[in-house]
């Protein structure tokens, strides 16, 4: 395999070659995958069917969740299969797929966080001017910009990764087709338009951070101000799970890109593509919603309902 016109297949790298290890990755996997599809898809729902959560933060929150479970669901289940399968191999198209659509879901995540950062400034620092700001149109548009520029961002770095030549062999040290591990097999000089397109990618989110910054600056400038302790805590307890979800996103995936990779696979590199990948959108779901009673009320609500309308059902069978 010498080029990208001979190659077929990558090997994805596994997590054990011992059977049984194989397995309790595959059970692992599976609990966070569960766990993460159904906490996200109960916010989605929930604020789906709850009117009185038809809000900007709540609209941008279930974009965050969509955002969420496609990005989940691009790398986990693969490498489930693989591990139940004893195989480690990931086809050229498939690979391609997972480029494009975890760079997508990746970075149009990171500019909803933004967005949601200048929400919370608006809603904080500009209360008189709230609803003119973040009317419907508007967030609509910057929901649209945000899904958008993760479809431009995915296009740049799956068509720079896969116009290069790969001449150091067919094997991934990592689950999934991560970019930097594509890179360790290109030929010579190859790459590095990739690595142009990766630094001017880091770049633009270096710039959204510091907005992200200079926004809860501010608020917790204001927040300060606030004369009463309730207002304060409910103020800090409303950024504060941003700022969490922000942060480990951004350190985790910084330090996975801007890392020289080694040559031979390392397990600092599992744990950190674990991180950024799984456990955001694993956890996002549970900071929002155990920190926020109206979305913890809401969620409740609908199961609630959902299991008074099935008790009811089989009441009237059983009649």
Known sequence: MSNRTTMTEFLLLGFSDIWELQILHFVVFLVLYLASLMGNLLIITALALDHRLHTPMYFFLMNLSILDLGSI?????????????NTTSISYSGCVAQVFFFSFFASASFALLTIMAYDQYVAICQPLHYEMVMNRGACVQM???????????????????????????????????????????????????????????????????????????QIFRAVLKIPSELGRHKAFSTCLPHLIVV??????????????????????DLLVAVLYSVLPPMM????????NKEIYGAVSKWMCWRLFSKNKMSICLLR
């Open 73 to 85: 669901s691009v790398t986990i289940p693969k490498s489930m299969v693989n591990s139940l399968m």
């Open 143 to 217: 929901a649209a910009s945000a899904w958008i520029s993760g479809i431009l961002n995915s296009a740049l770095h799956t068509g720079n990764t896969f116009t290069i030549s790969f001449c150091g062999g067919n094997t991934v040290d990592q689950f999934f087709c991560e970019v930097p591990q594509l890179l360790k097999l290109a030929c010579s000089d190859s790459y590095l338009s990739e690595v142009g397109v990766i630094v001017f990618g880091l770049c633009l989110a270096f710039s959204c951070f510091v907005f992200i910054t200079m926004s809860y600056v």
């Open 247 to 268: 942060t480990l996103f951004l350190c985790t995936a910084t330090f996975a890109y801007l890392k020289p990779t080694s040559g031979s696979a390392s397990g600092l």
């Open 284 to 291: 996002n779901p549970i900071i929002y919603s155990m920190r």
